[in-house]
């Protein structure tokens, strides 16, 4: 008997090289990739050119790169089952991105939030600050992804993408698979420790207190979630209430780390005698999280030769499904493609 075989969804994501990766980027986005390469099949993406949007120092960035490709693969990223590579060793991304640019109507673009914010503090905002979300959109786009898990904050540039996709495969014929965000209930959006009503940020990231990020020692965990903002009552609740954000985002923590549904959590809290139990629960469950993830990171991050060795095998594979998209795109809006090209 011959079994058919449906094919799996694909799953593609990307986190820019720019400052240290934090527990909101773990919690939001990457403990889902981890999940989803078991029965799916995931791309995730280091995308640098997007880091470029705002100035990098140039030697930096290329040790930050190598860097979030570490913490990917000390997270749970497995380089046989997943494609893990970095968004400028694929052209195609750049080629494409270009194209969608052509497609998409300014004032889609103006609208974004995250651009409006970003350009405000800016004196002078870069053009790629504003086609920003297009690069991300064709880094979708080329794989024909099914589903892409992000945080929260991503929400709009997936529409945009959705959007994007829509119109190009309206003016040129079905080209492109219109992406489904994958964004939990749970863990979308991690707020700062210094500031429950704040996202936690890289951006912000080096701020005392502001962030835990992946790489930090179990000193530096305590410490920054014992200085966690909280509210004055003594309530451990999960609750949307402004009022209790601090606890809501203790809890979520926990329950992210721990696994556990929301009854079992607030049942280990049950007999805490006020928050100082509460954060000493979370931090120890933030040490014992992040430390195998630190401690594998230190160890790869010592052999760049085998770093580099596998983020090569992975621009390979990437492409090997980009390419031909590329082609296709060229030819669906007129573009000739020459034999040297193919
Ligand atoms: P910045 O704040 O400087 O823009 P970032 O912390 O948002 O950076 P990105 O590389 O832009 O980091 O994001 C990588 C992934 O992590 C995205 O899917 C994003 O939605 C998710 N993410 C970022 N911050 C959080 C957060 N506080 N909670 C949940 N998910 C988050
Ligand atoms: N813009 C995203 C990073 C990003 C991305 C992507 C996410 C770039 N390309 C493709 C999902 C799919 C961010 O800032 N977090």
């Known amino acids: 008997m011959t079994e058919s075989k449906t094919p799996r969804r694909r799953v593609l994501s990307g986190i820019q ?31 640098d050119l997007h880091a470029i949007t705002v ?11 190598r860097g979030t490709a570490a913490l990917l693969l000390a997270c749970g990223i497995d380089p046989e089952k997943s ?3 970095v968004q400028s060793h694929v052209r195609a991304h750049s080629e494409a991105a270009w194209i969608l640019n052509c497609q998409t109507p300014l004032g889609w673009l103006e609208r974004m939030t995250q651009f409006k914010s970003k350009a405000a503090n800016k004196e002078r905002a870069s053009a790629g600050l504003l086609t920003y ?9 080329l794989y024909d992804a099914d589903e892409v898990p992000v945080g929260d904050d991503q929400r709009q540039h997936l529409e945009l993408a ?31 420790f210094d500031n429950p009503t704040a996202k936690m940020s890289k951006s912000s990231g080096d701020a005392q207190g502001h962030a835990v990020a992946l790489t930090d020692e179990d000193a530096k965990i305590r410490k920054t979630i014992k200085r966690a903002v909280t509210d004055s ?35 280990d809290f049950a007999e805490a005698r006020g928050y100082g139990d509460l954060k000493k629960a979370v ?25 580099d060795r596998l983020l090569a095998v992975g621009a390979d594979r990437a492409r090997a499904l980009a390419e031909p998209k590329i082609i296709q795109i060229k030819e669906r809006v007129g573009l000739t493609v020459p034999a040297a090209l193919r």
């Open 17 to 47: 090289p720019s400052g240290r990766m934090h527990l909101g980027n773990y919690l939001g986005a990457v403990q889902q990739w981890v999940q989803a390469q078991e029965e799916k099949e995931g791309l995730y993406c280091v995308v």
């Open 55 to 65: 100035y990098q120092d140039p030697e930096e960035l290329e040790e930050q790169v």
């Open 83 to 85: 494609v893990l590579f």
């Open 133 to 141: 979300p297009v690069l991300q959109a064709a880094d979708i786009l």
């Open 162 to 192: 959705r959007d994007i996709a829509g119109r190009f495969n309206h003016l040129y014929g079905e080209t492109f698979v219109l992406p489904e965000p994958v964004i939990r209930k749970f863990g979308a959006r991690i707020m700062a």
């Open 233 to 267: 009552g003594r309530e451990i609740v999960f609750s949307e209430d402004p009022e209790k954000a601090g606890v809501n985002n203790l809890l979520t923590i926990y329950k992210l780390l721990t696994g556990k549904d929301q009854e079992a959590v607030l049942k």
């Open 283 to 307: 931090a120890e469950a933030v040490v014992e999280s992040i430390r195998p993830i630190r401690e594998r990171y230190e160890r790869l991050m010592g052999d760049p030769a085998e770093l």
